[in-house]
């Protein structure tokens, strides 16, 4: 994806603008162009076609979390997963329909503009330490945020109590694997060295 020109990203702002107010079925060329106050042909010269404008609100959507996520981890003290999984709460509560169009579909990765992803992804990645285990939490973190949004907790469930608990045991130090006397990984279900992970065959 180019660099947005100043009247493209003027165009985007609108657009998400637009998808904040009224989700995103008002994410359309005419309705971006009727809030500009211009014929929507126009708009066409600035951005092809209505997936390059979602494409668009989404890299810009990705440069602000970065920027979110950034902050919270350089005023972190003690605790910077706690700060991280705040910060992300508040930016996908803050902005429902951009963290849906965000995250609730296929990535257009390679549209987006480079790096964008992994600015986003670089402070979780940070404090975790390796992919894996920032795959896993940001799949935590996604999965208490979807229910959030859709109100789908029961009545009195203490979503922050959870927000809590999932944070304290991606915190705690992974248990080490012991060794038996022979060589093998207690608790392993292959032999010692075996390259085999879950569900690879062959």
């Known amino acids: 994806m180019a660099e947005l020109t100043p009247r493209a990203r003027e ?10 107010e009224h989700g995103t079925e008002a994410l359309t060329m005419r309705r971006v162009a009727e809030r500009l106050g211009i014929q929507a042909p126009s708009l066409y010269k600035h951005l092809p076609d209505k997936a390059a404008l979602e494409v668009a609100v989404i890299a810009t959507g ?3 979390l970065a920027v979110v996520l950034e902050a919270a981890l350089h005023d972190a003290r003690a605790e910077p997963l706690a700060a991280l999984a705040a910060a992300y709460r508040r930016f996908a509560l803050a902005h429902p329909h951009l963290y849906l169009l965000m995250t609730n579909r296929p990535l257009p990765r390679d549209q987006l503009p480079a790096g ?4 986003a992804a670089t402070p979780l990645l940070r404090v975790t330490g390796e992919l894996t ?17 859709a109100e789908r907790l029961p009545t009195g469930a203490d979503i922050d109590a959870a927000w809590r608990e999932g944070v304290t045991a991606f915190e705690k130090p992974r248990a080490t694997r012991r060794t038996r006397p022979d060589g093998a990984q207690a608790g392993g279900t292959g032999s010692a060295g075996s390259t085999r992970g879950p569900g690879r065959r062959g």
Do not use: C, T
Request: aromatic fraction near 8%.
């Open 11 to 20: 165009i985007v702002a609108v657009a998400r603008k637009l998808l904040d």
């Open 62 to 64: 990705l440069e602000d």
């Open 116 to 119: 964008v992803e992994d600015r």
């Open 133 to 149: 285990r920032a795959r896993a939490f940001w799949a935590f973190a996604h999965g208490l945020v979807l229910l959030e949004l």
